[in-house]
């Protein structure tokens, strides 16, 4: 993150002059001056948007971004390359971490169950976590990730080396499985399987790229895959333990 390229404007959210954010914070951070303020985004740990003119426009986020860079210098006597590195954690999906914790975490503590449209709204895809965050949150060994990968079920998201929310999923389900002796071996057809759907979504998906439907009904087709197979399975498991 860079204030050299400062980002343009959305005009959808409100913002503040440096003077403004100066009068929101000052009667916590006393000492607080407009220099202090330029000079941490010249270290990168704000970058407000810019006017046509050059004005800086921060938004309510640059906001809590400087507060908690200003609580961590004061309270907790944090360098700026550790706060930087809590904010780039933060930008990577992961929450905010107490100034004193050198540990961002995954936000909540489990995903939710469900079977809807819902599962595939992008939020699980949009988060980025090292391989070290990864088995940190999953508390597996690092031989079960060595394994899942050898055997394509699970990979770093495209452009890696950052994890995504459903690799975390993943690996905590294929934990669970390996508690019962099976095997990342065994989890294969698991990927091929949801490769097959994934194809089954686009194809029919496809045709409605010109109406900006395409995403919404992949989604859909995709729920519906998995409501199909859970039931399967649920069905089959009723019949079995009968």
Do not use: N
Not at 150 to 168: M, N, T
């Amino acid at each position: 993150m860079s204030a050299a390229g400062a980002r343009s404007l959305d005009p959808s959210q409100p913002r503040m002059t440096i003077g403004e954010v100066m009068a929101i914070l000052s009667p916590d951070f006393s000492d607080l001056t407009i220099s202090k303020i330029r000079f941490l985004e010249e270290q990168g740990l704000v970058e407000p948007g810019r006017t046509p003119s050059g004005y800086r426009k921060f938004s309510s986020d640059d906001v809590d971004r400087l507060r908690y860079v200003l609580s961590a210098q004061r309270d907790h006597y944090l360098p700026l390359k550790v706060i930087r590195e809590h904010l780039e954690a933060v930008d990577r999906g992961l929450e905010l971490p107490d100034p004193s914790d050198p540990s961002p975490r995954v936000p909540g503590t489990e995903p939710p169950a469900t079977t809807g449209v819902e599962r595939f709204d992008g939020r699980a895809a949009g988060l980025r976590l090292t391989r070290g965050e990864l088995l940190r949150e999953s508390g597996v060994e690092p031989e079960l990730l060595d394994a899942l990968e050898g055997f394509g079920v699970l990979s770093p998201a495209p452009g890696g080396p950052w994890y995504d929310g459903e690799a975390l999923e993943v690996l905590r389900a294929a934990a669970a499985l390996a508690a019962h002796g099976i095997e990342a071996r065994h989890l294969r057809v698991f990927r091929t399987a949801a490769d097959r759907e994934v194809a089954l979504a686009d194809q029919v998906a496809a045709p409605r790229q010109r109406t900006g439907q395409r995403d919404q009904v992949a989604r859909e087709v995709a729920a519906a895959c998995l409501r199909l197979h859970t039931a399967l399975v649920a069905g089959a498991l009723g019949r079995t333990v009968r």
